[in-house]
């Protein structure tokens, strides 16, 4: 019985998009709409992963998303944050990136979402 409730909640792992993500978004039309005031939360990487998530990649409302560091990539340039994600057991890392500007005004964008484990 514990088993098939284990392979249950183990297949909502499958729920959420995984690997390289491309939400068809337009990034220098948003860039331009939160300079102009609108959707503040792009310029956070932990509630931009929630948003993306829940809208586009499978999450729940009810997810816990938790800030887990920065990092440049100096290939190109660009600005990473990467978030922890709670999926009911599934744990995941969302990787996100600055695609327009560098620094705090500059919008995010999820890249990648990765399963570390259940």
């Known amino acids: ?7 249950r909640q183990q297949s909502s792992c ?23 005031g609108g959707n503040p939360w792009r310029l956070n990487p932990v509630e ?9 990649l499978g ?13 440049v ?5 660009l600005n990473h944050a990467l978030v922890d994600a709670q999926h009911g057991i599934c744990k995941f890392l969302v990787e996100l990136y600055q695609p327009v500007r560098q620094g705090g005004s500059g919008i995010w964008a999820v890249q990648r979402v990765t399963l570390l484990g259940v």
């Open 1 to 7: 019985m514990r088993r098939r409730a284990y392979r």
């Open 14 to 36: 499958n729920e959420v998009k995984q690997g390289h993500v491309a939400v068809p978004e337009n990034f220098l039309m948003i860039q331009q709409f939160v300079d102009k």
């Open 48 to 56: 931009t992963a929630e948003r993306v998530g829940i809208a586009n």
């Open 59 to 71: 999450f729940s409302p009810g997810d816990k998303f938790v800030f887990r560091s920065y990092y």
């Open 73 to 77: 990539d100096y290939g190109s340039g």
